[in-house]
């Protein structure tokens, strides 16, 4: 599908804008790295995977990273209970079948719906990122957290590789241009900064209450506001990684196979509303 820059900048910016970033950034803090040394780790994970991701074949990644792309979808799925949990009446399972059930219903709508939709969240999200991040070092100070400080190349690798290969999986799953670069990185930079921030200030290591906690500082009603935007943002990821699975799956030259593997992961999904990872 053709879009025009500024669409596809600000559909992609929509599509990054989830709790993964966030967690990431919690990684470095929690493994014993400074804030400073989580940031070098951080942003050039960030561009260089954003690059790689850009230049990836489509059809064969897609089949390469349908392990990884259901475990996104559990990942996902999960962080919806613990979402549900905070802000929502009613069991988190109940909560989770609506959540499967409209990101399958916008999977088969197809992409034009998903662009439109994504690309009118992309200024909201744009303003609750920028008031997140200039609020965040004037209420929070770094490395007070009681933690073990210590530099480590291990944790400063894995950090690296986990912020890169977020970024190289998300993309891979959908066709994409030039255009999309600014758009994949700008979240992705902003929330897991935001993370190891968070991680070297906060004891508490729940990257979705510590959000919220963080937003009601600021104004009022901005975590419980943010947090129901990552949960949107959520769904439609998890709808464009669904749509791009089914047609990559279905150009192989085996589609009952394609067909059983798809089957496979939406039964995981209704299995994981039923888990209580939470």
Not at 4 to 24: D, E, K, M
Not at 79 to 104: D, N
Not at 172 to 194: D, E, I, K, T, W
């Amino acid at each position: 599908m053709h879009t025009q820059p500024r669409q596809s900048i600000a559909f992609w910016f929509a599509s990054n804008f989830l709790p993964g970033p966030l967690a990431i950034g919690f990684l470095g803090p929690l493994q014993g790295l400074d804030f400073w040394q989580s940031v070098l780790a951080i942003i050039p994970a960030i561009l260089l995977g954003s690059l790689v991701a850009r230049r990836q074949p489509f059809i064969p990644c897609a089949i390469l990273l349908l392990p990884l792309a259901l475990v996104l979808h559990t990942v996902h799925l999960q962080i919806l209970v613990r979402m549900a949990i905070h802000l929502l009446p009613g069991t988190p399972q109940h909560w989770l079948l609506l959540a499967v059930a409209l990101s399958a219903l916008l999977a088969f709508i197809g992409p034009p719906l998903l662009y439109r939709l994504l690309a009118l969240l992309a200024p909201l999200l744009a303003l609750v990122l920028v008031l997140l991040g200039f609020a965040a070092p004037l209420l929070l100070e770094a490395d007070t957290a009681q933690r073990q400080p210590g530099f480590s190349w291990s944790a400063f690798t894995a950090l690296a590789v986990a912020a890169a290969l977020w970024q190289i999986l998300l993309p891979a799953l959908v066709n994409q241009g030039p255009a999309h670069y600014l758009g994949l990185s700008l979240p992705a930079l902003g929330l897991m900064c935001l993370g190891a921030l968070m991680a070297s200030a906060i004891p508490a290591v729940d990257t979705v209450l510590s959000l919220r906690l963080l937003g009601e500082r600021i104004i009022p009603g901005l975590g419980s506001a943010t947090l129901a935007l990552l949960a949107l943002c959520m769904l439609g990821a998890m709808a464009v990684q669904g749509r791009a699975l089914v047609t990559a799956l279905a150009a192989r030259p085996r589609k009952t196979k394609a067909r059983v593997l798809l089957l496979a992961g939406f039964v995981m999904s209704l299995l994981l509303t039923w888990v209580p990872l939470y």
